[in-house]
């Protein structure tokens, strides 16, 4: 090994010169170079990284990656080129990687920057414990099972098993919370199909590993080969089977896993759909997130009214202008039942603008108001012997003369027999 260029170094999450980075893995060939991951795991795809400068080509060149899916199960892969990258995708025949060997022979150098291993972004699975090498895993990659019997090679390539205990389980991880509109799960139908019948599916926003936790409505009694469809899209982020309850032991077996997406409509989200959000566009399934809320409504999920505001974000305040001191609509600002009086409706639904003045014969000055609501304006004050006629009527003369008009008020203003009455003037009653 050279120096400064440690094994360790080609899993330290550097890449480049090693010269600037002190961050490649040097070797003198022949070499070896071994990562142990100790147990099997999933992947997507392995990236082996050159170094980043030109002139050393040669010691990315003539190499062997040999990669373990189990202990006793190799595949093996030359790298020849001269590219800075080599890049290892999974394929049918290899889907897991527990160790992986780079090599190299002849003489020279064989330097390796970095060694990443990336697992699908989603779907990671578990189980109580593995048989042979049924992983959890192999519930979600889409082999067909087959009339497996006692043979374990053909049983392993298709389904997920555990060995014999008293409370077997296996579970999906979605990767974050989803909205599910159903879920196939297939078990083993052979002469051993009694690892696949009387079991309990549960779904949840946690991991459950063992525990049989969970409301009723998130537990579902299923035989095998069954589709579990849910009355609405269900929100949910692990996925959890198990036999029901038993005291003896026994194994669990999962061939397959399907998950089918589900979707709210517009305006609605969450567990079942159940809750609502006012965005102008779709709103998260999970969160109810908006990019951008309807006028009259606020909060990252919209689901807040305006209160004594209204427009996009609850920018604009009422007036405060509204008849019976209502609020205004939360949408566009209108008071929705007219103004208080003083404020003209008809031009402003708003009920910011103040009530026009027009000359009212008789109306004493400055004493106008209209109705708040209609094109209506009436005297609140007429002058001595007129009295107001309501909104758009003016002052009405009250045309006073028999003691017995009952439209005028009349004062005594003498004492004994004789009397003398004189005309108040005014409306009875206002």
């Known amino acids: 090994m050279n120096h400064n260029y440690d094994p360790h170094n080609a899993i330290d999450g550097l890449k480049g010169s090693p010269d600037e980075c002190n961050c490649c893995a040097g070797f003198n060939r022949p070499a070896t170079l071994t990562i142990d991951l100790k147990t099997p795991y999933h992947f997507s795809h392995i990236v082996l990284h050159a170094r980043s400068e030109t002139g050393f080509e040669d010691h990315f060149r003539n190499l062997n990656l040999a990669v373990k899916s189990t202990a006793s199960t190799e595949q093996s892969y030359p790298i020849s080129a001269t590219n800075k990258t080599f890049i290892l995708s999974a394929s049918k025949a290899l889907q897991d990687v527990q160790s992986i060997v780079i090599s190299s022979t002849g003489v020279g150098f064989m330097v390796i920057c970095e060694v990443e291993i990336f697992q699908p972004d989603v779907n990671l699975t578990s189980q109580s414990s593995t048989y042979s090498t049924c992983f959890a895993h192999n519930a979600i990659n889409a082999e067909t099972f087959t009339n497996a019997g006692f043979n374990d090679q053909l049983l392993c390539q298709a389904c997920s098993a555990t060995t014999f205990e008293t409370d077997p389980w296996w579970e999906l991880d979605l990767g974050s919370l989803k909205l599910l509109k159903q879920i196939k799960v297939f078990g083993r139908t052979d002469i051993l199909s009694s690892q696949s019948t009387n079991i309990e599916l549960r779904i949840s926003n946690t991991s459950l590993g063992e525990s049989r936790n969970g409301t009723p409505e998130n537990i579902l009694t299923i035989s095998m080969q069954q589709i579990v469809l849910f009355d609405g899209p269900r929100l949910a982020r692990i996925i959890n089977i198990k036999h029901a309850r038993t005291t ?81 609509n939360t949408e566009n600002g209108h008071c929705s039942h007219g103004c208080k009086p003083g404020y003209d409706f008809s031009k402003d639904p708003l009920c910011n603008t103040v009530c026009r003045h027009i000359n009212i014969p008789h109306c004493v000055s400055g004493q106008q108001q209209c109705d708040g609501f209609s094109d209506g304006i009436m005297c609140t004050q007429c002058e001595p012997g007129y009295h107001s006629g309501g909104y758009n009527q003016g002052c009405i003369d009250y045309n006073c003369t028999f003691e017995s008009d009952s439209t005028c008020a009349w004062t005594d203003v003498t004492s004994g027999d004789d009397f003398d009455w004189t005309l108040t003037y005014g409306a009875r009653g206002l």
């Open 248 to 328: 003896v032991d026994t194994i669990l077996t999962v061939c397959q896993v399907d998950v089918y997406a589900g979707d709210c409509l517009k305006g609605t989200y969450g567990d079942a759909c159940s809750r609502s959000c006012h965005c102008k566009d779709t709103c998260d399934y999970a969160t109810g997130d908006c990019s951008a809320c309807l006028p009259g409504w606020t909060s990252a999920s919209c689901d807040k009214a305006c209160v004594g505001s209204y427009g996009e974000n609850c920018s604009y305040l009422c007036t405060g202008n509204c008849r019976n001191n209502e609020t205004c």
